[in-house]
């Protein structure tokens, strides 16, 4: 029987530590071979916070991790008896994925070189300018540009509204 990706649901937030202990218990068990790859599907994103950016993961399906293994009695109850695992997705009798389901998610994780930028600025909001020409100046977003991490503030200068192109890093929630 050959190895198929099959779907196992967690408790949310305990994705890792589940992939570490199957990991652990197919080495200990000596039944690597069943149980190729476990993945937590993530890509990179950078949020902005303070005037500062955090780079972070974030999980494309929270409480739930991807196998590839070869299913049988000793897999499935190596995985199911694994601590914070609820279970497989379709129940005692696990559905595995299809390999264009599995191919797109590969993608998804393998096109995280370019990091999405996560924002907490919205249109119309009020933000002070912290760098560059007008810094302390007051304005609101006219709009916000998520592909290139820039926004269009409008400011006013000698009693007109000017738009004025910024980074995310030049202004800060006013």
Do not use: C
């Amino acid at each position: 029987m050959g190895k198929n990706w099959y779907v196992v649901h967690t408790y949310s937030g305990s994705e890792e530590k589940v992939r570490q202990a199957i990991e652990d218990k197919a080495d200990k068990k000596n039944i690597r071979d069943k149980i190729a790859q476990v993945l937590v599907p993530t890509e990179r994103i950078i949020e902005l916070k303070g005037g500062g950016k955090k780079e972070s993961d974030k999980k494309f399906y929270p409480g739930y991790i991807l196998i590839e293994m070869e299913l049988d009695d000793e897999s499935w109850h190596l995985v199911r008896k694994t601590p914070r695992v609820t279970g497989f997705v379709g129940g005692s009798n696990p559905v595995a994925l299809s390999q264009e389901e599995v191919d797109v998610i590969l993608q998804q994780m393998e096109k995280g070189h370019a990091p999405q930028v996560k924002t907490q600025y919205q249109k119309n909001e009020t933000v002070r300018i912290t760098d560059g020409p007008f810094s302390n100046f007051l304005g609101y977003i006219e709009d916000v540009d998520m592909d290139h991490g820039r926004l269009k503030v409008m400011v006013s200068i000698f009693g007109r509204q000017t738009p004025v192109e910024l980074n995310f890093f030049q202004v800060e929630r006013a």
